[in-house]
């Protein structure tokens, strides 16, 4: 890109976005090259929005993060806000005393397990649906999407109790397979559909054979697809509470969980509880600070079109 | 992309003619078979897996709600017809006030996040540096794990030792209770809300505009619009078709918004019930009292009222779309 578009895009916000800034309104008919008055003040107004949105959106988390440091003297303390002595006692408490390797542990694994699962399942459905145009048959699996988990859980409680298999990991890994197989299917769908036919067709003229097309042409085209795809599924499990809440057990306690049941004592231990609440989110920013662009497709797919 | 093609198709071309020499008979009708029906065979697994999992739960959550079932699923029920959905309709203590609560929480969050969002992604949408740190911070909400956000603004809402009360100290205005205030809970709840999703929606708009062409703007500047009619009568009405797509994603999930409410306010939505939406209601109906008949009914009820809300929406995106 050259400097001179460069520079024609910044002068076009700061035109856009004179209504948010509150200047005065400039002067109607466009010069070929105007330098609007509203330049300066929208330039000074841009930077401590964005500032303000950003302060808004990392602060608590910040906040949470001091305050895993505290010890609850220093938390009840609130002239001790910012200066404090850091202890990382808490940490010491929440992962040897209450175990917690063991449940990032079953997070991670029912995670992992739920989203590979839901990749082998998802992946040839969604390319199917994206190819034949399958509307109604998708429209089943995005069903699962919409349905409150809480209608399920009844029976599915009822069914994995009878068959013994509640507590264990299978029953967690496909409740939330539930939730991570429509996420795939969507994502991949309009991945799959932004994929040009061509490819597939000159494979086929070529002699592959059309299965030999996807598995050799579309599916090396669509790693990217299933990054993204696989890496939202993974969050998404890594948060769920509710399946977790009912169907997991003492053994397949996953961090969620654990930490709501962290507050189920008569006084909250809020040191421990902010070193709890870190040790699951640090870990799924981390992952989401180094895929970030893919993150974004995800949460956009789809979104864009008519 | 097309010079990706030659190399396939050179090595692609012995392989398969020796397998057509090699290959036994049923073999050879396997593939042939798989090729022909791979629309099914590729759909069939993941939608036999939804359909088991859903249809399955859900026509016995359907039987569930008309009978008289609770304490133990396990346990005699009697066919009682409608008796449920009666009780639910005419119930003024809990389940109208959980409609109103769920309707509202929804309703102020999707106004608040598509605003807020709308003002956001027009702060972002053209270059400027440091945007990599900024797109960075978007992203920590949305994908920090709800149950320990709602921790997190426990702490920060406490009226004791929150730091928010702390800040309104300092300009001199009366501590709030916030979270454990009987009329300011649901309005906390609903503010985390906005917290966690605003970014989605930042993101899903941001797509849109980057995706609109720039033609129509242009133009209308050459005819001498300002900013401000330039966006409310080019920019947003091209934006509508994607501004209901994040209304449609964020509403059917800020509807069963569960994992906040319960991690703050507990079983019942708090002693007041006062953060009790449908879906709080409807878990606490099954699993803190055994009551599935009567939480069936809800559940029916609380599908119908989301599936009710997506098709409008989707009918309204049509409309605008032509």
Known sequence: MT?????????????LAGPLSATPARPGPAPRRRKPLGTRAYKVFRVAALVAVVLFLVAPLFWMLLASFKTNVDIYDTGKSFFFTPTGENY??????????????NSFWVAFVSTVLSLVLGVPAAYAMSRFTMHRSALVVLMARVIPGVSLLVPWYYVFSNLKMVGGFEVLILSHMFVSLPLIVYIMMSYFDSLPLELEESAQVDGLTPIGAFRRITLPL?????????????????NNFMFALVLSGSKTKTLPVAIFDFVSYASIDWGGLMAAATVVTVPIMIIALFTQKYIVSGMTAGATKG | MSVLTPPRSAQSQPPSGRNAGRATGARENFSAWANLHRKWLFAAPAMIFVGVLIIFPLAWTLYLSLTDSQGSVRAATEFIGLENYLTVLSDVERFWPAVGRTLTFTGVALVCEVVLGMCIALLLWRPFRGEKWVRVAILLPLVATPVAVGMMWRLI?????????QLLGMVGIP?????????????TTIFMDVWQWTPMVVL????????????????ARMDGANAFQRFFFITLPLMM??????ILLRGIDALKTFDILYATKGKGGGSFHEVETLNVYAYGLSFDYNQYGLSSAVLILFFMIIIGSMWLLTMRKKAVSK
């Open chain 2, 157 to 165: 809402f406490d009226p004791n030792i929150g730091f928010v009360n």
């Open chain 1, 222 to 238: 669509s790693v990217a697809g299933m990054a993204t795809a696989g890496i939202l599924s993974f969050i998404f499990s890594w």
């Open chain 2, 241 to 246: 078709p994607t501004v209901i797509v994040a």
């Open chain 1, 3 to 15: 400097g001179l578009t460069k520079e024609t895009e910044h002068t076009e916000h700061t035109e």
């Open chain 2, 204 to 219: 899903i708009l941001l797509a849109g505009l980057t995706s609109l062409s720039e033609e129509p703007d242009e133009a």
């Open chain 2, 175 to 187: 501590p709030q209770p916030w979270l454990s205030g009987q009329d300011t809970a649901l309005g």
């Open chain 1, 92 to 105: 010491a408490n929440v992962l040897q005393r209450n175990n917690y390797f063991v449940f990032i542990f």
